[in-house]
């Protein structure tokens, strides 16, 4: 089958839904379907995946796109992103993906003109389209709910998220199904270094530029555990907020106890995961944003790693609560204190070969299942 894959998201970039589309599609390629990519172009050059085909062609403005896809013809269209859910009415039969934040509030301003055509005006085109910026948020918006509903089927990444898109938009009921996600095979064959006679380590895998992912409210907590007990804090990720959060640890006095990795390879992401005891992810949900589902969790848990979550949005069906890690109500400073004194006083532990259990039920095989299910190009009704 000719599959085309619309993903402003893709590698060499880091992040959830990176991880999700390009292993969405090495699945696809491995199955022998002719998978071409279109996607962002990327400074770094693009990824070389075997078997797939990659089209650097999206340029984030539905008038340009829409006339660089015109030419491309495939059995199934499948976009990732809400955004770029009016390919439905271009496309009869298109599948969307959605994740939360892609339709709660749309980041790519795909309404902004195509000012690079136009007379004269192209000069100031870059200058324009930052002053516009929030317009052509606003109109992203409208065309995210007004397109949504034309596509032949919408797959969640869970039941939350679905939950949340039918409030928001109940024009898609009837064609929405959760699709979940997956985690990598290599995760599976992380070889855990026993805690023992060595402090417990910790462990967050975030970017650094959504406050709401509470990394902040972490180091307040791991400050008032410091003289209970011995730890190491490792955080991976990188962006604008990690300044002020390595400032933050100075001040707390944890400085020789946190180390910020910025990104890593996957190699070395394994390789700390290796050497970890606890993954730390208390996300918030704040209007606009959620954590859809949360990769980061199976990875830890297919690495044997159990986490400590917040139960809120989609990190709530991510986490086998008592089997690969806990949840803590709310993600206040005063619950983490009580979540990470039970864990570093071993009031409360886990079996790595239970969290491995529980990651093994996610994989990308089953999401590639479950997606190639609507590739029929006619509405499909919820499951």
């Known amino acids: ?22 292993e969405f599609v090495k699945e696809l390629a491995r199955r022998g379907h002719q998978v071409t990519v279109f996607t962002i172009p990327h400074a770094a050059g693009e990824a070389n995946l075997p078997g797939v085909r990659i089209e ?20 199934a269209w499948h976009a990732l992103n809400a955004a770029y859910a009016w390919i439905a009415n271009d496309r009869p039969g298109a599948v969307v993906s959605v994740y939360g934040n892609d339709f709660l509030h749309p980041y790519y301003p795909i309404a902004q ?35 949504l ?37 290599e995760f599976f064959g992380v070889k855990r270094e026993p805690a023992r006679d060595r402090a417990p380590r910790l462990l967050t895998v975030c970017r650094l530029s959504e406050p709401r992912k509470n990394v902040d409210r972490v180091l307040h907590a791991l400050a008032q555990q410091k003289e209970r007990y011995e730890f190491r804090y490792t955080v991976v990720g990188d ?8 400032a933050l640890a100075k001040e707390l006095q944890l400085a020789d106890r946190v180390r ?25 949900a704040i209007p606009g944003s959620h954590e859809g589902f949360g990769i980061v ?6 690495s044997g790693v159990p986490s400590l979550a917040a139960r809120v949005a989609g990190a709530a069906e991510a986490v086998d609560e008592g089997r690969s890690g806990m949840y803590v109500e709310e993600p206040t400073v005063a619950a983490l204190v009580d979540a990470l004194g039970k864990f570093l006083g071993d009031t409360v532990t886990f079996e790595p070969a239970a969290c491995r259990q529980f ?19 006619s509405a499909s009704t919820a499951e």
């Not at 089958?1 to 390009?22: K, L, Q």
């Not at 000012?115 to 109109?139: D, F, H, I, Q």
């Not at 969790?297 to 297919?302: I, K, N, R, T």
């Open 149 to 185: 509903p034309h596509a032949a089927h919408i797959i969640a990444c869970s039941r939350y998220t679905e939950r949340v898109l039918l409030e928001m938009i109940p024009q898609c009921g009837g064609r929405t199904s959760v699709g979940f996600v997956g985690v990598g095979k």
């Open 359 to 377: 990651a093994g039920r996610f994989t990308w095989a089953n999401v590639v299942d479950h997606a190639l299910c609507y590739y029929g190009g």
């Open 297 to 302: 969790y199976l990875e830890a848990a297919a």
């Open 56 to 75: 650097p062609l999206l340029r984030l403005c539905r008038a340009a796109d829409r006339k660089a896809l015109a030419s491309f013809d495939a059995d």
């Open 113 to 147: 003109p195509d000012l690079t055509k136009a007379p004269v005006v192209w000069r100031w085109s870059g200058e324009l389209t930052r002053g516009l910026g929030p317009l052509w948020t606003r109109l992203t918006s409208r065309i995210v709910r007004r397109t």
């Open 239 to 246: 962006g604008y907020d990690r300044p002020r959060l390595e």
């Open 260 to 284: 910020f990795t910025g990104f890593v390879s996957r190699e070395e992401l394994l390789d700390i995961y290796a050497h970890s005891d606890l993954m730390v992810l208390a996300s918030s």
């Open 1 to 22: 089958m000719r599959i085309a894959i619309v993903s402003p998201e893709f590698a060499p970039d880091i992040g959830g839904v990176e991880t999700y589309a390009v």
